[in-house]
């Protein structure tokens, strides 16, 4: 909690937020203390009224102070929050089965994973008018052509949060990760597809290789990689640690960088090249959900333009709401990456579903983790 009262003491972004801020978050940490002991069932089984709760399970700090608290306001729905911190993470938690969450956020290639393996429904989209205000570059996406199951959460990019105070400017490509002057003093996500990707992109590769000497390749660069680091880190865990100097560099989220770069003049964010991912988050609603019609009542509130541009404007993620667009903060388009040149936009690599080939990806990770 101390980073949101930091955040908003500098003022900056303060205009945006609110008064609430502080009170929103307090609610979510309690409400995920909740999750934890609570009975996530008793929906709208026997056909009546759904009783008004609402189960969220997203990623860590990725909703805005007011997001949650708006929604109960406008519905009487009561939310928990609770939090995942990988893709796989969440597949996991949904085919153990009966998970009691109503809305979920998958990546954009987990969400053609589960509509294979059945753990997401279709949506009602004659619930969620609010669909409408998405833009053209976030619609009809190669996972979900449609939008049956899906609909977009955020979007960002994947890339190295350092300090260019300490260490100077970096050249644009990956190679930093891997240079031994920097041992100990770097970190990795603890992400499949996101590390295993880095090392493809630095050979060359594509994040979605399928050759599996391509994959070998990939692995050899990891097992080189892996004594110069200070670990594999959940999606948050890296930027306090860049942020007051303990890290030189991370591997990040880009919401993520963005904080820290508004708050210390010390960093800098890059995307590196030949390429580096840009990922789309979406929310679906769980084959087993207990409270389906609270859960098309919530993507219509995230999908309101006034929500969608407090979100972006508190999480730093990018927004596919076009509606939202014009009230994302001038201070936030203006950091560096942020708004990306077209020609960088279609330079960047999506993570696709690679199928049989899922398989080879984890057993890699998981061994360069356990050698
Ligand atoms: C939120 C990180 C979400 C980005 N903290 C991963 N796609």
């Known amino acids: 909690m101390q980073r949101r009262d930091t955040r908003i003491s500098r003022g900056r972004f303060l205009k945006a937020m609110g008064a609430a801020g502080v009170a929103g978050s307090t609610l979510s940490v309690l409400s995920a203390c909740q999750m934890n002991t609570s009975s996530t069932g008793g929906g709208s089984s026997g056909g009546g009224p759904e009783e008004k709760k609402l189960n969220f399970y997203n990623w860590s700090d990725y909703v805005a102070a007011s997001t949650i608290p708006s929604f109960t306001e406008k519905t009487g729905i009561e939310v928990t929050q609770d939090f995942f911190s990988s893709n796989e993470d969440l597949l996991a938690k949904l085919q153990a089965g009966g998970s009691g969450y109503d809305v979920i956020v998958p990546s954009d290639y987990m969400v053609a994973i589960m509509i294979k ?12 008018p609010n669909a409408k205000n998405v833009s053209a570059d976030y619609r009809g996406l190669s996972f979900d052509p449609k939008n049956q199951y899906s609909l977009p959460y955020q979007w960002g990019t994947t ?22 002057r920097f041992e100990g003093e770097v970190s990795m996500l603890n992400d499949t597809r996101e590390t295993l990707g880095a090392a493809l992109y630095k050979l060359g590769y594509s994040v979605n290789a399928t050759d599996p000497e391509q994959l070998a390749e990939a692995n050899a660069e990891l097992q080189k990689q892996k004594p110069l680091l200070r670990g594999y880190f959940d999606s948050t865990e890296a930027r306090p640690l860049v942020q007051n100097g303990d890290l030189l560099l991370g591997h990040v989220f880009s919401g993520d960088a963005f904080v820290a770069l508004s708050e210390n003049e010390d960093l800098d964010y890059l995307v590196p090249q030949p390429a580096a991912t840009r990922w789309t988050d979406t929310m679906c609603i769980p084959a087993t959900a207990p409270h389906p019609d609270n859960a098309h009542k919530f993507i219509n509130h995230i999908l309101d333009a006034n929500v969608g541009a407090k979100l972006s404007n508190y999480t730093y993620y990018n927004s596919p709401n076009g509606a939202a667009l014009p009230m994302i903060d001038g201070a936030l388009k203006d950091l560096p990456g942020y708004t990306l040149p077209r020609e960088v936009f279609e330079r960047l690599e999506v993570i ?14 998981t061994e360069v983790k356990s050698s």
Do not use: C, H
């Open 352 to 365: 696709e579903d690679t199928g049989e080939t899922t398989r080879e990806y984890e057993r890699i990770f």
């Open 159 to 180: 890339g190295i949060l350092y300090n260019r105070k300490e260490i100077g400017q970096l050249d644009a490509t990956w190679d930093a990760m891997w240079d031994p």
């Open 117 to 128: 393996s059945k753990v997401i429904q279709k949506l009602d989209k004659s619930k969620i």
